[in-house]
């Protein structure tokens, strides 16, 4: 029985997808205007990681690693058909975009899976400032929804872990930590926290 946990990634990957799905329907609609950023180089790291986390032997734990990076590839691309989705970028934006990118060409260097995936988590927080920034200010900008799809994939990823070490844990644990930062960024207002 313990074997066909790991499956539970598929799980994982389908909750992942019904998130993208529901905030690019969103999108089109001109209700939630992504920050075009930091969702390109969303789909960038967790892409990058997959490859790490494979390389290092990680089997189908990895999936919703790579489905935390297809979704925004997807996000991006619809985020350029309703020009009422549109978010204004600004210095600070492309300022988070070169760190990001900067963290990546590093990766390319290392070539060792643990580093790597340290900077594809670095690359993908640089890309997750100016969208938790923008989620803060104008909550109404922003779909929870896709966030918290992102933490139910993610926690699939630890039932399905074989070997325990950081290429397995390190990217999922990150991704629960920086979707909880977008959830109650977006919602703060409703909890009447802030």
Request: hydrophobic share 55%; charged share 10%; aromatic share 20%.
């Amino acid at each position: 029985m313990i074997q066909y946990l790991q499956y539970i990634v598929f799980l994982g990957a389908a909750i992942s997808f019904s998130g993208t799905i529901f905030y690019i329907k969103e999108t089109l609609s001109g209700d939630t205007k992504p920050n075009k950023v930091t969702w390109l180089m969303w789909s960038m790291a967790p892409i990058i990681a997959t490859f790490a986390a494979v390389s290092d032997g990680v089997g189908w734990s990895v999936l919703p690693v790579f489905m935390a990076g297809f979704g925004p590839l997807l996000v991006f691309i619809s985020s350029f058909v309703n020009k009422n989705s549109y978010w204004k970028l600004e210095i600070f934006d492309y300022v988070c975009c070169f760190l990001s990118a900067l963290a990546l060409v590093f990766w390319f260097i290392t070539k060792e899976p643990a580093i790597t995936i340290i900077f594809a988590i670095a690359s993908d927080g640089f890309a997750a400032v100016p969208t938790l920034i923008k989620s803060w200010k104008y909550p109404e900008t922003e779909t929870g929804y896709a966030y918290i799809a992102g933490i139910l994939a993610a926690l699939t990823s630890f039932v399905a872990i074989t070997t325990w070490n950081f290429s397995s844990y390190a990217f999922p644990l990150y991704l629960i930590f920086i979707n909880t930062c977008l959830i109650f960024s977006v919602y703060k207002n409703k909890l009447k926290l802030f």
